[in-house]
């Protein structure tokens, strides 16, 4: 069974640093770029972060400077370290498998919640 697992997410206090994970299962992870998206009440998902198969990332400008994205090939894993945290970033934050190679479907994980309030 194919499966994105996030968690990490809390309620923090602005300037903060929360560090999300997303565990993949029932996949074979080089074949895919991974990707955080996140969703804000009443606003559209948006890409938040690239790592790709081949290691090189890609941020949303809104959030350059402030988050990191990470994988961990032997873990299956992929990770957001999100610093200077500010009000502007709570959402639901999710986990995608991006395929690479033709004839794989991408992946969603069910998402976590990061909440940044005083």
């Known amino acids: 069974q194919v499966q994105l697992v996030e968690s990490g997410g809390d309620l923090v206090q602005p300037g903060g640093s929360l560090r999300l994970s997303c565990a993949a299962s029932g996949l074979i992870f080089v074949f895919y770029d991974m990707r955080w998206y996140r969703q804000a009440p009443g606003k559209q998902r948006e890409l938040v972060a690239i790592?790709?198969?081949?290691?090189?990332?890609d941020y949303a400008d809104s959030v350059k400077g402030r988050f990191f994205i990470s994988r961990d090939n032997a873990k299956n894993t992929v990770y957001l370290q999100m610093n200077s945290l500010k009000p502007e970033d709570t959402a639901v934050y999710y986990c995608q498998a991006h395929p690479i190679t033709l004839g794989l479907k991408g992946v969603w994980g069910q998402g976590t919640q990061v909440t940044v309030s005083s």
């Open positions: 790592a790709s198969s081949g290691d090189s990332t």
